[in-house]
């Protein structure tokens, strides 16, 4: 049994911020609350550091007899939500400055941000659901932050979803373990394919209803639209991006490592969700006019793209560094757009944005750039995730589906469009201020989304090989 503390550092570094910054920020004055966000930021700076580390050192290894594995879905994972934090980090920071729960507020971030690394590495169904808990409390909290209507709301609604489906997802981990006598991944791969089919199906139904509540994918997307619109931007652009990254890769873990050899149809049954989700999220987006909501049914369609890897899982190799290449383009990507959202808190709907490229150009461009990157435009990053997740899908023989994902992404671009064209239409209005952290990371969400489609050879060779041995 490995109990070496090392491998975790990621992790402890988050959960050890949140404790000392707990302690420190009950006794801040409150115009130093700022020093916990510094906090905050160098948690996640060590975590990238320690992660650079072990993918350099290329070792596989598990901890806590197994329940949690360090390999190159974890680091990659790792690498993607630490950077997305630092952002959503960024875009807060005049939010919530002079706040009275500044403190408190920095600290849920750090325990969600922890709960999703323990969704990338759980090898356990026990882990997968502490993990699942870890990350969906604090965000609950986070949701109703603002202590407004729109804000109870939100809160509400996401707990009351995540309730039901935790509980759902709790009992799809006890059908498994009455069908695999064991919760490991490993265990479970060498009893399950000669278990009862149905007690399998549905177990595996109700442990993957769990993680489509955490990703937002139909048929547990319902909380999505409101918890985006009720909540302050930058933990909507939270809760739209970083529990996708966990509940997607764990989610590919599980089945790969413990339905590769089960004759449960799971393909099947992803790929459909996938084709449902991605068609319902482009569709409910078309008419929006508000952009937080228009944002989260984007993010709902980015899910059926996303969906499309875990439905080759075992049926192509490209599926496995599809998604972590999609995972890291879509997060930059969304997150710029959201920080665009937060530099302008007073411009709610499509035509508070009107002629926004003659006062703020440099906003304006942002904006285009992330927009069209998520329609999946070269020389961005999400241009090359869906490439490689198209292709892989092809290769896993659901060519229909691939078929359907590029005429969704065709139509995507009409309600994108709706959003950029107003940007340059005259306007007598006077632009709205923008604060100075979220253009910032604005800027730099804008920079890593070109980066990883112009540099994307050297990405595809980071994640070459596969995903999980």
């Given at each position: 049994m490995n109990e070496n503390l090392a491998a975790l550092v990621p992790e402890l570094a988050l959960l050890g911020a949140a404790v000392v910054g707990l302690l420190a920020g009950s006794w801040l004055p409150r115009r130093r609350q700022w020093i916990v966000a510094a906090l905050a930021a160098a948690a996640c700076a060590t975590g990238l550091a320690a992660t650079a580390v072990t993918m350099a050192a290329d070792r596989e290894q598990t901890v806590f007899s197994a329940a949690f594995a360090v390999d190159t879905a974890t680091d990659v994972g790792r690498l993607v939500v630490l950077a997305a934090l630092l952002l959503i980090i960024g875009m807060s920071v005049e939010t919530v400055r002079n706040h009275p729960r500044e403190t408190e507020y920095w600290v849920l971030l750090l325990m969600t941000g922890a709960g999703t690394l323990a969704l990338v590495g759980a090898n356990d169904l026990l882990m997968l659901f502490a993990a699942y808990l870890l990350t969906g409390v604090p965000a609950y909290t986070l949701a109703g932050f603002a202590k407004d209507a729109?804000?109870?709301?939100?809160?509400?609604?996401?707990?009351?979803?995540?309730?039901?489906?935790g509980i759902t997802m709790l009992a799809g981990t006890a059908l498994l373990h009455a069908a695999g006598h064991a919760t490991h991944y490993g265990r479970l791969a060498a009893t399950l394919p000669s278990a009862p089919y149905g007690l399998v199906a549905v177990g595996l139904?109700?442990?993957?209803?769990?993680?489509?509540?955490?990703?937002?994918?139909?048929?547990?997307?319902?909380?999505?639209?409101?918890?985006?619109?009720?909540?302050?931007?930058?933990?909507a652009a939270y809760v739209t991006t970083l529990p996708k990254v966990g509940g997607l890769i764990a989610g590919y873990r599980l089945l790969h490592q413990t339905l590769a050899d089960s004759d449960v149809n799971r393909s099947l049954l992803l790929a459909v969700?996938?084709?449902v989700t991605m068609s319902l999220g482009n569709l409910a987006a078309f008419f929006q006019t508000s952009v937080k909501r228009l944002l989260a049914y984007s993010t709902i369609s980015q899910v059926g793209y996303l969906l499309m890897a875990l439905a080759v899982t075992t049926r192509s190799d490209a599926a496995q560094r599809s998604l972590l290449v999609y995972l890291a383009a879509y997060a930059v990507t969304n997150l710029g757009a959201f920080a665009v959202v937060t530099a302008l808190p007073r411009a709610r709907t499509l035509d508070d944005y009107r002629g926004l490229a003659r006062h703020r150009p440099d906003l304006t461009a942002v904006l285009v750039v992330c927009l069209l990157g998520l329609v999946g435009t070269p020389p961005t990053g999400v241009f090359l995730g869906k490439l490689e997740i198209f292709s892989a899908t092809i290769d896993g023989g659901y060519t229909w589906l691939a078929a359907l994902a590029v005429a969704n992404t065709v139509a995507s671009l009409f309600y994108y469009l709706r959003w950029i064209g107003p940007l340059f239409l005259p306007t007598g209005t006077s632009p709205t201020l923008s604060a100075r952290w979220p253009t910032a990371t604005a800027y730099c969400a804008a920079v890593l989304s070109?980066?990883?489609?112009?540099?994307?050879?050297?990405?595809l060779t980071v994640a070459e090989g596969p995903l999980l041995r």
């Open positions: 729109p804000g109870t709301e939100a809160a509400l609604k996401y707990y009351l979803m995540g309730a039901l489906l139904v109700g442990v993957l209803a769990g993680l489509l509540f955490k990703i937002g994918g139909v048929p547990a997307h319902f909380w999505v639209p409101d918890v985006t619109d009720g909540a302050p931007a930058p933990v969700l996938a084709a070109l980066t990883l489609g112009i540099a994307g050879q050297a990405v």
